[in-house]
Structure formats: C-alpha cells, structure tokens
C-alpha cells in the first residue's frame, strides 16, 4: 500500500519562505518520479517540480529560481524549498509518487501566502 504524508504547509507573508516534506512508503524509490502539485482556488491542479531518482528536476515556470526540490532515496522522502513566496503560490500542495503508469497522492497540505 502506498502512503505519502506531507507537512510543512501554513501562512506566510509575501517574501518569505516554507519547506514542504513528503514522506513515501510502500514504493521504491528508484521506481519514483517525486512531484509537487499546486491547486489554487478555482484551479486546475498543476505540477509545480519534479525530480527522478537520479536527480534530474523540472519546475514550472513559476518556481524558477524560486523553488528548489530535493529527494533523499535512502528515506524514500521529497522536499520542497519554496523562497520569495507570492500570494499567487496560495493553495494546496499535494506530493505526488509518479510510477509512469499510476500516480499516488498524498492528502495536501495547504500553503497560504498573505500579509
């Protein structure tokens, strides 16, 4: 059974930073592409970062030179450095575990950024 649990969500003012942690169990990691995905209110999910097993990463346009993804294999487990945050990053993040043919989420953690 697959489990992804984030943490590391909550409010912050524009400028500021947060750290996002996924921990992933019940799946190999060298099988994983590790993602994040925003959902905005009123918005379709999108993929924020991503990052293979062998550290290879893509980010959105809108995380560049922003947001930086890492992965630890040995503790099966992602984290998301996001920095100078804009009220436009508000939403729920959700960890994403992507095996090609099948997708697993996690619950999303929510991510308000607000002065």
């Known amino acids: 059974q697959v489990q992804l649990v984030e943490s590391g969500g909550g409010l912050v003012q524009p400028g500021g930073s947060l750290s996002l942690s996924c921990a992933a169990s019940g799946i190999a990691s060298r099988m994983v592409i590790m993602e994040w995905y925003r959902q905005a209110p009123g918005k379709q999910r999108e993929l924020v970062a991503g990052?293979?097993?062998?550290?290879?990463?893509i980010y959105a346009d809108s995380a560049k030179g922003r947001f930086t993804i890492s992965r630890d294999n040995a503790k099966n487990s992602v984290n998301l450095q996001m920095n100078s945050l804009k009220v436009e990053d508000t939403g729920v993040y959700y960890c994403?575990?992507?095996?090609?043919?099948?997708?697993?989420w996690g619950q999303g953690t929510q991510v308000t950024v607000s002065s």
């Open positions: 994403c575990a992507n095996i090609l043919t099948a997708r697993y």
């Open positions: 990052i293979r097993s062998g550290g290879t990463t």
